[in-house]
């Protein structure tokens, strides 16, 4: 079973930031997750909630920023380290810190609240320009995301996040012409819901996975990769 470091290492470090994405390689993760949204100047930057507030020292909706701007704000988190390693990162700076290691990286488009216009042209031109297709897997809860990405050219790995209690889903995510599928822990609530999603061709990654007897559940279920906060070195964690 595969761990994802959810926004990075985000236990220790301030979630979606170079800080973060360090720590997680640096314990061994097998892949990162982060978010990634689009400043009112049009660059791809890092950073999960579609409003500031929460996590760092400003107000407003991402888009409202430049990018300029946006690095200005100062993680409200108690920065461990360089507050330049825990300012928003723009997408380029986390994909040229990740690209020499070895991790596969999922980057989840934050498209749902805000439309993003040309938000899928400028992530496919940033993973071609660093060669990472196929280390990369694209997801959204917006699923005319997905479409719009295969159609732009994508061939890489596309992965359908969904919240809800879904009955077999299978025939509408072939149609979508994704590889795999990332629901919440609750969905395993469903009895055999790994096992049809195995038979109907999808990989499952399950988020949000922080307790030992989840992740453990979680294996024991055949589950494909866990997203977590929580990454520690070696391999009994």
């Not at 079973?1 to 314990?27: C, Y």
């Not at 994909?95 to 609240?113: F, H, M, T, W, Y």
Request: aromatic share 6%; glycine share 8%.
């Amino acid at each position: 079973m595969e761990i994802w470091a959810h926004r990075g290492a985000s236990a220790r470090q301030p979630e979606n930031t170079i800080a973060a994405f360090a720590a997680a390689m640096d314990a061994g993760a097998d892949g990162v997750e982060l978010d990634v949204q689009l400043t009112s100047d049009g660059v791809p930057v890092v950073i999960h909630d579609e409003k500031v507030d929460r996590t760092h020292d400003g107000t407003g909706w991402v888009s409202s920023f430049s990018c300029a701007q946006l690095q200005k704000l100062r993680s409200l988190v108690k920065p461990k380290g360089d507050p330049a390693i825990t300012r928003i990162p723009t997408l380029a700076e986390v994909l040229d810190l990740i690209a020499p290691g070895r991790q596969q990286i999922n980057i989840e488009l934050k498209n749902s609240v805000k439309p993003y216009k040309g938000l899928e042209t400028k992530v496919l031109a940033l993973i071609g320009e660093r060669k990472l297709a196929d280390r990369v897997v694209l997801s959204s809860f917006n699923h005319y995301s997905l479409q719009r990405l295969r159609e732009r050219g994508w061939t890489g790995e596309l992965a359908a996040v969904h919240d809800g209690m879904l009955r077999e889903p299978w025939r509408y995510f072939r149609e979508l012409d994704v590889q795999a599928v990332h629901p919440p822990r609750h969905v395993l609530m469903v009895p055999g819901f790994v096992t049809r999603a195995h038979r109907a061709g999808f990989k499952v990654r399950v988020w949000t996975v922080n307790k030992s007897a989840q992740r453990q559940r979680c294996a024991r279920l055949g589950v494909d990769g866990i997203f977590t906060d929580v990454v520690k070195p070696g391999p009994n964690w």
